[in-house]
């Protein structure tokens, strides 16, 4: 049961990462690989408030939301102009230098070897130590993430970051600044993997960089993919399967690091064998 | 040793193994346009194969050498066969593409992991009897003048095959336009067969020379395919003496940002200057 609940928390934790990635991938067509770095600073600014200042949780994911915010608009300013590929390799930069600087900022990160010790959340007295009253947290930050989600794509904003993603020349023709716009979702997508890298930290009390590298976003990627470009649902339930089904290599019984390389190989056919049989994934409503 | 010497030296060797990953990948990006991820990955495959042959088999540097290029050409030659031909022939969006290529670098970078371990290895046997030059009061071994050398004559070679023979002049026609090229006549799907070929193993090649000369690891596919379209875009995109340009101006930059900085942010550093050239200059220095 114990187990159970833990995989269920991963994957609430990985479906808030897939319905912010969608946002920006899927509803407005930018291909982003950097989303573990938005993801990393949400959970290091947490380690770093409560283990360094003992500042309430949900204070600490607010300050870390808005921290990812503020390093995603400068991403943003810089980045967005560019097209197609170029943003792609842009993004995948910007996660490599985060990394970097996760990995190498000693003082406040404690590089490579990461900082352990986060508490769990704490509101009015009340502990979520047990990972059966962390798990309903955790639920309660997906459900609130997917209802934003709709609203935005149910709003006039996301028909046109829908727009955007269809044909981004005609939408400024109609005298939308699509780089605005851009810049917008790009930023609130950061805000909530910061906020997946919050009850990352505070779930597993212990956090290093080499949880958020280029591969990570890779990860977040497939999700999306998988689930379906533009599909909130299909994000959630593509996070579901792929936190699962790797856990069945841990029964057939490979050793962890093997287990660890099957997985990769098991997310890159996914890549692969839906480019080429079901380009829309799951859920998706739009071609890519 | 003088310091400013040696880090000469270092940005000669590495500008010449860049320079060969940004011809083979520029290769293929002029006749496949689109960015081709899964490059990356027949670099590690080709160096794997010659480490299999030069190290566990004990067979003759030429031999390994051999056969971990031509296992990289044929690794690179299939890969196109059954994934990018398929979608090519569809008509798939190069987003399709770059998602398929993707999965293609983390398969095999994972199935490497699984069979050799993600440990490190390196090529050279006996490091300390290898004869060392001095040069300026810098020290050159006798791989890295060989390591030289084979670049040279490989960007020799490919020099001399695209502007003079029938097999040059039909990737240079496919580059420019393909459905012209169709229309004359040139058989295009088996050009880029071939290109697949020819390009991977020239990736295989800069591979098998990291290996020699700082070593591998399964996933170093990444850095060396982002160092090989790094110099690729900084060069000029579809520029082949501006690839070559590119590839030594990033090795410089790294080198010199080496006195200043720990060797942790290297590869930081190679974004920053992809970075700045994609705001400041994104034609590159040459523009075709």
Redo the contacts between chains.
């Keep these: 049961m114990e187990y159970l609940i833990h995989i269920a928390v991963l994957a609430c934790i990985y479906g808030i990462l897939g319905i912010s990635l969608n946002l920006v991938m899927g509803e407005t067509g930018l ?1 982003s690989v950097t989303h573990a770095a938005f993801y990393g600073l949400g959970a290091y600014a947490v380690a770093f408030l409560l283990v360094g200042f003992g500042i309430n949780f949900f204070l600490a994911t607010l300050a870390g939301m808005i921290l990812a915010s503020g390093v995603a608009f400068a991403i943003g300013v ?2 967005l102009r ?1 097209k ?3 943003y ?3 993004t ?3 996660n ?2 985060l990394f ?2 996760l ?2 900022w000693n003082s406040v990160t404690r590089g490579p070897l990461g900082i352990g010790g986060i508490p769990r959340p704490e509101i009015f007295g009340f502990r979520f130590s047990e990972n059966e009253a962390f798990l309903l947290l955790v639920l309660a930050a997906v459900a609130i993430t997917y209802a934003i989600s709709v609203l935005i794509t149910r709003s006039s904003f996301g028909r046109v970051l829908n727009a955007i993603r269809e044909d981004e020349d005609v939408v400024s023709v109609f005298g939308y600044s699509v780089y605005h716009y851009k810049l917008v979702i790009f930023t609130i997508g950061a805000a909530f993997a910061a906020l997946a890298g919050a009850f990352l930290a505070s779930y597993l009390t212990y956090i290093s960089p080499f949880s958020f590298t ?2 990570e976003s ?1 990860f977040i ?1 497939s999700i999306v ?1 998988l689930g379906g470009l533009g599909s909130g649902r299909g994000a959630l339930i593509a996070a579901g399967i792929l936190v699962i089904t790797p856990e069945a290599l841990r029964f057939v019984g490979f050793t962890p ?2 287990a660890a ?5 098991l ?6 064998l ?3 049989y079901r ?1 829309q994934g799951l859920l998706g409503r739009f ?2 | 040793m003088d310091i400013a010497a040696q880090l000469i030296l270092n940005a000669i060797i590495a500008g010449a193994i860049y320079s060969l990953l940004a011809l083979g990948f520029n290769l293929l990006y002029s006749t496949a346009r689109f960015f081709d991820l899964g490059y990356g990955a027949m670099s590690v495959a080709g160096a794997y194969v010659a480490y299999t042959f030069y190290n566990l088999l004990d067979l003759s540097v030429p031999i390994a050498v051999l056969a971990g290029v031509l296992a990289a050409g044929t690794l690179g030659f299939v890969v196109e066969k059954l994934v990018y031909r398929p979608l090519r022939a569809r008509k798939a969006t190069h987003t399709v593409l770059l998602i398929a290529s993707l999965g293609v670098l983390i398969v095999i970078q994972a199935v490497i992991s699984i069979i050799f371990s993600s440990q490190f290895k390196i090529l050279s046997k006996d490091v300390n009897l290898e004869p060392v030059f001095n040069v300026f009061g810098g020290a050159i071994t006798q791989t890295q003048v060989i390591i030289l050398v084979a670049a040279l004559l490989i960007m020799v070679a490919l020099a001399l095959t695209l502007k003079y023979t029938l097999f040059g002049k039909a990737v240079n026609a496919i580059a420019d336009d393909e459905e012209v090229a169709r229309v004359v006549g040139v058989n295009s799907e088996r050009v880029i067969g071939v290109v697949f070929f020819v390009g991977s193993a020239i990736g295989g090649a800069a591979g098998i020379a990291t290996a020699f000369d700082s070593g591998i690891y399964p996933t170093i596919g990444l850095p060396l395919l982002l160092n090989g379209v790094i110099a690729f875009i900084v060069g000029g995109v579809g520029n082949v003496y501006g690839a070559v340009l590119g590839a030594f101006a990033l090795a410089i930059t790294e080198n010199a940002a080496a006195w200043f900085l720990p060797g942790e942010w290297k590869f930081a550093i190679a974004f920053l200057v992809l970075i700045i050239f994609l705001i400041f200059r994104p034609q590159g220095i040459l523009p075709k």
Aim: charge should be neutral; glycine fraction near 6%.
């Design positions: 291909i810089v980045f560019l197609e590929v170029y792609v390799l842009g995948v930069g910007s490599v230098i970097s600087v990995l190498n280029v591969v890779i990627l993919v690091d093997i390389q099957m997985r990769q190989v997310y890159g056919l996914i890549l692969i839906l480019m080429l380009p071609r890519i």
